[in-house]
């Protein structure tokens, strides 16, 4: 039998919001001690959607440059993972088709699993270019994480895109087998249909996280998977950075390993310097983690990044991935710095605006307020129709 290609990550690019809240902002107007937020969750700002963009927006704003650098021709597959999503039929992803000038000869689908849907359509694209090693799959992870005002998790909101470009002999990282699963039934965290917000049991949410975590590197470990001590960086979901912390402690422990902070922060350190400054972005947090590692830490051409993705609900997944020797020539660091830099600081009063703001919902023509700088905006709602263009 011929020798199978790595397959993996060619190309990654993120987006994120017009807009951010400090958690400076939102500590001085709930009279939270902004330690809280800054040392206790590892949070200092989170991104806000303008009232013209949503996961579409951000989806096409980070894959753009992914279609700029490598073209449509071998794209046969749009993988579209959200839980923020904006339609119950039509996945969004065939509105970034449209945006972007996809040829109609493209297979479009939306997957769905809280914040475990991006590993899902990542391990789905693997699957696909084993199949064929000639075709990439464009995966895209977009999310705008909501809770109601004054709830704890809306200290943890924010969204943003992650794009990703999987082919064969990739470029970025090499992803490997095995992967270690875990599924538990749990109610950590849901949205029923008729919320916009999500509820959540934030302190089981944590638990549930955690003993994720141990099942799925158990099954890792079980099935033949690298020790330990074989890994450079762990990148983890981030609903806040401290999770991360808490769950390399978590896997350290299991492991029967001494925890020390050095070595924590030797592990996760370069993965938060994004998800600190965004917030939660639910299915694209974790590989807004992999952005910034790659973008930040020293050269880590071969070195092995493990991957825990969480979503609630709960379905994890553990697997490493290779760094590719060469790595740095394909990765964005100034694109993504820009794209956090150049949010336009909102206050509280605007803030509170933005969050309860939404189209009625009775079939007329409301058109959008123009407000985004990104590449593309939400025109607005006309017929029950949500209309896209470039801005
Ligand atoms: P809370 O209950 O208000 O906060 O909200 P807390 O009292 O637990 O404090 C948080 C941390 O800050 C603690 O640190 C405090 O000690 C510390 P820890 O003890 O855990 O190490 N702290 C301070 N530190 C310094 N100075 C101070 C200070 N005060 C307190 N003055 C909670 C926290 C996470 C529960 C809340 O934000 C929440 O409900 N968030 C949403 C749920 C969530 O993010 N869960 C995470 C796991 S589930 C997940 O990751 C999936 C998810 O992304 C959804 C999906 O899959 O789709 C959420």
Not at 16 to 25: D, Q, R, S
Not at 185 to 209: C, K, Q
């Amino acid at each position: 039998m011929a020798e199978r290609p790595a397959v993996g990550i060619h190309d990654l690019s993120a987006a994120t919001t017009h807009h951010v809240l400090t958690h400076a902002t939102l500590a001085a107007s709930n009279g939270t001690d902004v330690a809280k937020y800054h040392r206790g969750i590892g949070l200092r700002a989170m991104s806000v959607p303008a009232p013209d963009e949503d996961i579409v927006t951000m989806a096409a704003a980070a894959a753009a440059p992914v279609v700029a650098r490598h073209g449509t021709d071998r794209v046969r597959t749009i993988v579209f993972a959200t839980e923020s999503s904006v339609d119950q039929a039509k996945a969004a992803g065939i509105h970034v088709h449209s945006l972007l000038g996809f040829p109609s000869a493209t297979r479009v689908v939306e997957l769905k699993q809280a914040c475990y849907g991006g590993t899902a359509g990542l391990q789905f694209a693997i699957g696909l270019v084993h199949r064929d090693p000639s075709q990439q799959v464009l995966v895209i992870a977009s999310d705008v994480s909501k809770y109601a005002l004054g709830e704890p998790g809306e200290a943890t909101q924010g969204a943003a895109a992650v794009a990703m470009l999987v082919g064969a002999d990739p470029a970025l990282v090499r992803v490997e087998d095995p992967s270690g699963m875990f599924t538990a039934d749990v109610m950590d965290f849901w949205r029923p249909n008729y919320r916009t917000t999500a509820l959540v049991d934030g302190h089981e949410s944590i638990s549930a996280y955690l003993q994720a975590v141990e099942g799925s590197w158990k099954d890792y470990t079980e099935r033949g998977g690298r020790a330990l001590d074989e890994f450079g960086a762990f990148c983890y979901h981030q609903p806040f950075p401290r999770m991360a912390d808490k769950a390399h402690r978590h896997l350290l422990n299991y492991c029967g390993r001494d925890v020390d902070d050095a070595l924590v922060a030797g592990a996760i350190g370069h993965t938060t310097a994004y998800n600190a400054e965004i917030g939660n972005s639910y299915t694209a947090s974790m590989y807004l983690g992999l952005a910034a590692l790659l973008d930040t830490a020293d050269d880590l051409s071969g070195r092995t990044v493990g991957f825990l993705s969480y979503g609630s609900g709960s379905v994890a997944e553990f697997f490493a991935g290779t760094v590719v020797p060469g790595y740095r020539e394909h990765t964005r660091p100034d694109q993504h710095r820009a794209a956090i830099d150049r949010r336009q600081e909102v206050d509280y009063d605007t803030y509170r605006e933005l969050h309860e703001h939404a189209f009625p919902v009775d079939g007329g023509d409301y058109p959008a307020p123009a407000v985004t700088t990104g590449p593309y905006r939400l025109a607005g709602l006309s017929g029950h129709k949500r209309v896209y263009e470039p801005r």
